[in-house]
């Protein structure tokens, strides 16, 4: 719930509606809407909540929203906030990005992934500013792989940066697009491989990039 009324109903707890009678059917309508449970707000503390890696307490917010509007009980295409069908309800792409650890910068072309749930075996769809596709990261005979598959568009990227994954010491890089090697040198940088491309990656639809560290 947005809030509660401790001192008694709407009308007591906004303050000086009693000294303005002639707005007080609005304040009464609009104080009413504190008293709904608002799936906007729900969704951007979840998702705030799993970019700090609070991904427990996040998760735990989104089961809650998604049984109270469980399909058993109601339409499950239809998370009731203010109106039918409203629209903040989308906020709930929020936890997507977050849970993909989703970063991106169009002119500086900076593509990032920090997978949150499975990091060792991970796969999402992401969109960018001139097309989309799929993000893949798996670990394979002792090497950390990623793979970025673009199904639609066009993709420039200047520096890609993924985690570190756990007891996976990486000391060499391959990075191929379409079978082609590709020059690239990356660091660490807080628990981070941060790749710069010695001249602008430019992707095409239905071109994919595997990155191994070895």
């Known amino acids: 719930l947005m809030?509660?009324?401790?001192?008694?109903?709407?009308?007591?707890?906004?303050?000086?509606?009693?000294d303005r009678p002639d707005e007080k059917e609005y304040w009464i309508g609009a104080g009413g809407y504190f008293d709904e449970c608002m799936n906007g707000f729900e969704y951007q503390a979840a998702s705030h909540m799993v970019w700090e890696n609070m991904l427990i307490e996040g998760l735990s917010v989104i089961k809650a929203v998604h049984e109270r509007y469980n399909g058993a009980k109601r339409n499950p295409y239809d998370e009731v906030e203010c109106s039918s069908h409203y629209a903040r309800s989308m906020a709930a792409y929020g936890v997507f990005?977050?849970?993909?650890?989703?970063?991106?910068?169009?002119?500086?072309?900076?593509?990032?992934?920090?997978?949150?749930?499975?990091?060792?075996d991970f796969r999402a769809a992401f969109t960018t500013a001139k097309g989309w596709g799929s993000f893949s990261q798996m670990v394979k005979d002792g090497r950390q792989i990623a793979q970025i598959e673009l199904q639609y568009g066009e993709l420039a990227i200047n520096e890609l940066r993924l985690d570190k994954l756990i007891n996976i010491p990486a000391n060499k890089l391959s990075v191929k697009l379409n079978g082609k090697a590709v020059d690239a040198i990356f660091k660490r940088l807080d628990g981070r491989?941060?790749?710069?491309?010695?001249?602008?990656?430019?992707?095409?639809?239905?071109?994919?990039?595997l990155v191994t560290f070895s």
């Not at 809030?3 to 009693?18: F, I, S």
């Open 3 to 18: 809030t509660t009324w401790p001192y008694g109903g709407d009308e007591k707890a906004v303050p000086g509606m009693a």
């Open 193 to 209: 491989y941060v790749l710069h491309f010695h001249s602008k990656l430019i992707m095409k639809s239905d071109q994919r990039l």
């Open 97 to 120: 990005l977050a849970a993909s650890g989703f970063e991106y910068h169009g002119p500086k072309g900076i593509l990032g992934f920090s997978p949150k749930i499975s990091p060792n």
